[in-house]
């Protein structure tokens, strides 16, 4: 009977020890499964060189995986961007996605900003790109898509001008081979000398308009002048400012 007795205290004690072991294992398991979780979730940027690397959590605890640009999920949105010269970025993690695009925003919005200022044809491409990957982060609030609106806008804007200025020199080549046309007296010159005339105004409306100036209707034609360069930032007298009259 004793023997029986203690038989079955040894296996109800070790049912208890197993029961334990599985609860501790359990435990182990779901604490495992949930910091692998959270740390799915995570993402941070590091400078690397000339670009700003993206890492996404790894299904694990601990671990982050570099996004590719070649990423079919998130390449497009979260791969390498480029510094521009002289910026600093510091290493930085956020706990969420939505943390991630929100910090973006502040960073790149501003290099866009910057380009766009600069008014040249590939810094203002580059804004443009810069632009089109903010757009395109899920998590900004409506007030950022707002500035990513008005930021879009003066780009087109400041691309728009660029392409008057262009305009303006391509008139300007014609006129000077009508011109030469002209001067030369053969065949085309009588058809050359209206064209001339015509294009003049059409070369400083060009010229106005990718400074942004009102371009004033002239009540007669202008009179005929020498085809000179476009100049996109000289400045113009004031519009109610008159010329000296002659000294008495």
């Known amino acids: 009977m004793a023997d029986a007795h203690t038989q079955t205290a040894r296996r109800g004690g070790g049912l208890s020890r197993l029961v334990l072991w599985l609860l501790v294992l359990g435990l182990l398991v779901a604490v495992w499964w949930l910091a692998s979780e959270r740390n799915l979730r995570r993402f941070s940027w590091r400078p690397d060189e000339s670009v700003l690397t993206i890492s996404k959590g790894r299904f694990f605890p601990l671990g982050m995986a570099n996004i590719a640009a070649d990423d079919p999920q ?12 002289g910026a ?8 969420d996605q939505t943390a991630l695009d929100r910090a973006l925003f502040d960073l790149v919005v501003p290099w ?24 395109a982060l899920p998590g900004l609030t409506a007030e950022q898509h707002q500035q990513l609106a008005g930021l879009r806008g003066e780009l087109a804007f400041t691309a728009a001008r660029q392409e008057l200025l262009q305009a303006a020199k391509l008139v300007l080549s014609a006129r ?17 000398g209206p064209m001339l005339r ?22 007669a034609p202008p009179a005929s002048r020498q085809p000179t360069a476009p100049k996109p930032n000289s400045p113009t007298p ?6 000296p009259g002659p000294t008495r």
């Open 176 to 192: 000077r081979k009508l011109q030469s046309v002209e001067e030369s007296g053969g065949e085309h010159a009588l058809e050359a």
């Open 74 to 85: 998130l390449g497009k949105v979260y791969g390498p961007i480029p510094i521009p010269q």
């Open 238 to 243: 004031d519009a109610g400012t008159s010329p």
């Open 88 to 95: 600093k970025v510091s290493e930085q993690e956020f706990d």
């Open 198 to 219: 015509e294009l003049e105004g059409i070369q400083g409306l060009l010229e106005d308009s990718s400074q942004s100036k009102l371009h004033p209707t002239p009540s």
């Open 112 to 135: 866009a900003r910057a380009d766009a200022q600069k008014g040249e044809e590939k810094s203002i491409a580059e804004a443009g790109r810069l632009v089109d990957r903010a757009t």
